[in-house]
């Protein structure tokens, strides 16, 4: 991936490494997830596991038709993804000390079209996290309530995530009091600004 000159050629290289996993991988790798996510709350597990299986199966998904229907572009893709890359190779190599990396091979690569394609965050929209706060989206902006704390997990994907750290609590509520505030503004705006 490294060597990628344009998103169109990173998504057909990560196409084609993805080609290796079938719909089985798939499933094992979220089987996977809901054993190691069955001791969590339920509400909070159930609001989790239907945003890791978007993770998974959307992003799969997308990332088949788009590299099938040609969705790539000319642009050159982020230059972070030669650090990831490298975080990639030295997490797998980790992993493999203990077991099998290939799946944890998926999930980066899965990562990679999200992140460096898409340009969206690893973790979708609505993705919850301990304490009620989600992964949002405000404006075009991703905001993520935990993006600062990257540094505490090795071989994260938040240094690479288009998602900045939000400003204010993420809670779902948040996003019609967000939505409240900008109409005032901007009828205080219109009233400041009127000229008729």
Known sequence: MQGAKTKDELLHIIADEVAAFDLHDLEQMNARFERKAAHLPEGYRDRL???VREEIF???HRLVLLSRNGGGSDEPPDPALG???SMVAEACAAKAREKDPKYLYLKYLLSAFTIFIL???AHPVGT????GQIVDE???TYLCPVRDKADDVPFALCPFCPAVQSDEPTYPEMRARR???RRRENLANYWTNYKG
Do not use: K, V
Not at 128 to 131: L, S, T, V
């Open 179 to 181: 939505e409240e505030r």
């Open 83 to 85: 650090a990831y890359c």
């Open 128 to 131: 919850p996290f301990p304490g």
């Open 49 to 51: 596991l239907a945003s």
């Open 58 to 60: 959307a992003a799969h």
């Open 119 to 121: 340009e969206e965050p």
């Open 138 to 140: 405000w404006e075009g």
